[in-house]
């Protein structure tokens, strides 16, 4: 989801408390917080040796331990002043891809992204996702999704010539 996306649906829905599903029915608690908004901007060079750039919008969500037993979430309202005052404070690149920052005691830290939203009742409910790690550089490294697979049977010979992302004088980094 792109910034921008995310104020408007944002904006279209004020009246709504705003939960954070972390994964498939599991919730970030009511007692978070939005306690810091990182504008990111990403200058990577992938495995094939080619560069590439983009932005993004993180928002780090964190649960307070002093307010366990808290039951009502934040409104989309509050979190929209707050990202409001933030503005103010640095542009947002509307374009860039938002994730949310998220841990608790049983779920690893993770920059997720926004699979869904959906509204229920009075709440508006943003669906998040972690996302797998590719390599983006799969033709120019000749590799595919399935080169890994059955590894162990090939014979020594073809694994050479099916890894010339990672031999010496392969087309990778």
């Not at 947002?92 to 699979?115: G, M, R």
Request: charged share 25%.
């Amino acid at each position: 989801m792109k910034t921008q996306d995310l104020f408007t649906i944002l904006e279209n829905n004020k009246d709504k408390a705003l939960l954070f599903e972390y994964t498939p029915s599991l919730f970030v608690g009511a007692n978070y917080h939005i306690t810091e908004v990182k504008h990111v901007n990403i200058d990577s060079v992938d495995c094939g040796a080619q560069t590439d750039a983009w932005k993004e919008t993180i928002i780090q969500l964190w649960e307070s331990p002093n307010e366990l037993d808290k039951t009502e979430y934040m409104s989309v309202y509050k979190a929209l002043s707050i990202l409001k005052k933030v503005a103010k404070m640095k542009p947002f690149a509307l374009t860039s891809e938002v994730k949310f920052e998220y841990s608790n005691a049983t779920f690893h830290t993770a920059q997720l992204f926004v699979n869904d939203f959906d509204i229920r009742d009075n709440n508006l409910i943003f669906k998040l996702a972690v996302e797998k790690t590719d390599c983006k550089a799969k033709s120019t490294c000749g590799t595919s999704a399935s080169s890994n697979t059955n590894v162990s049977t090939q014979p020594e010979a073809v694994l050479a010539e099916t890894e010339p992302c990672c031999s010496p004088g392969g087309n990778c980094c």
